[in-house]
């Protein structure tokens, strides 16, 4: 069975530092790997996915992430956060294509940013 | 930009009661989810359908939860008795299709609280 570890579950940086958010999987094979972000009260809004291929992915709002193969990780970065970055991380493992292609979360990581 | 509808947003109910949400896909989105997310959790799934066809209910509590979606389009998940523990978001999402690469879009979600 598929699963996904967020270690951390609270997270505070300054607003323009760096931003580094952990992520590892356990899946049998490739999965398909993504970020979303929850802002208080509201949906997920898909920031970024792996699929195959290139293994740094561009998301939108300048985030970005890495898959590492031989660590089970996929770790979300943004070089110089915003104050309107602060809100609920999500990493998601996707089994690879079948009948039925759930998406399986981390419990998530909530990101303060100071200013 | 097309989105994800669901309603209502905000839910009180008390417990034994029965409830019920409603979600709208984007157009020509083939699979719908239905995700219930606990606070302070991640996202869990709870049914998953390919046109009007169930493809994945493992997860629901098929003794109190039912969920349908009679035309293959939108979609109504209900609660009946409704329980304490039942108090969460609850999530509709979309795709164009499962077992294939995909993305799935969220809605706003319904946030339930049983008293």
């Known amino acids: 069975a598929q699963s996904v570890t967020q270690p951390d579950i609270h997270i505070t940086v300054s607003e323009g530092a760096s931003l580094e958010l952990r992520c590892n999987y356990s899946?049998?094979?490739?999965?398909?790997l993504f970020w979303y972000v929850q802002s208080p009260g509201q949906g997920l809004q898909l920031l970024l996915k792996y699929f195959s291929g290139d293994t740094l992915v561009q998301g939108i709002k300048g985030f970005e992430a890495e898959f590492k193969r031989s660590q089970s990780s996929f770790n979300l970065r943004k070089p110089s956060v915003h104050w309107s970055d602060a809100a609920e991380y999500f990493c998601?493992?996707?089994?690879?294509?079948?009948?039925?292609?759930?998406?399986?979360f981390g419990t998530g990581t909530r990101l303060q940013v100071t200013l | 930009e097309a989105e994800v509808a669901q309603s209502p947003r905000y839910k009180i109910t008390e417990k034994s009661q029965a409830v019920a949400f409603w979600c709208d896909p984007i157009s020509g989105h083939a699979t719908l989810y239905w995700y219930r997310q606990i606070l302070g959790q991640g996202p869990e799934l709870l049914v998953q359908?390919?046109?009007?066809?169930?493809?994945?209910d493992s997860q629901l509590p098929k003794d109190r939860f039912s969920a349908e979606r009679l035309k293959g389009v939108d979609s109504t998940l209900k609660i009946q008795p409704a329980e304490l523990g039942d108090s969460a978001m609850y999530l509709c999402a979309s795709s164009l299709e499962s077992g294939r690469p995909y993305e799935q879009y969220f809605g706003p979600g319904t946030r339930l609280t049983v008293t």
């Open positions: 998601a493992v996707g089994a690879r294509p079948g009948t039925a292609s759930k998406l399986t």
């Open positions: 899946y049998g094979a490739t999965p398909y």
């Open positions: 359908f390919q046109d009007e066809s169930v493809v994945d």
